[in-house]
């Protein structure tokens, strides 16, 4: 993760993919479902996700067994 991101606790897509270990393709599937983490939609029209919103919604799918 750059520095520059990392000091504003958000993440990219591809970091995001990085994270969940999963691909680009299917994080563009789980957005078009309204499944993946809130997502931050930038002028030049990339993505970005906070850290906070990722961790809530991995907290948000955890199983309490």
């Known amino acids: 993760m750059t520095t520059h991101t990392r000091s504003r606790g958000m993440l ?5 993919c ?3 270990g999963v691909s680009r393709s299917t994080f563009y599937d789980w957005r ?7 997502c931050i939609k930038l002028p ?4 970005r996700v906070r850290w ?3 961790e809530n919604w991995l ?4 199983d309490a067994a």
């Open 44 to 47: 030049n029209g990339e993505l």
């Open 32 to 38: 078009l479902k309204r499944r993946a983490p809130r």
């Open 12 to 16: 990219t897509v591809p970091e995001v």
């Open 52 to 54: 906070g919103d990722l």
């Open 18 to 20: 990085a994270e969940l």
């Open 59 to 62: 907290n948000d799918r955890e």
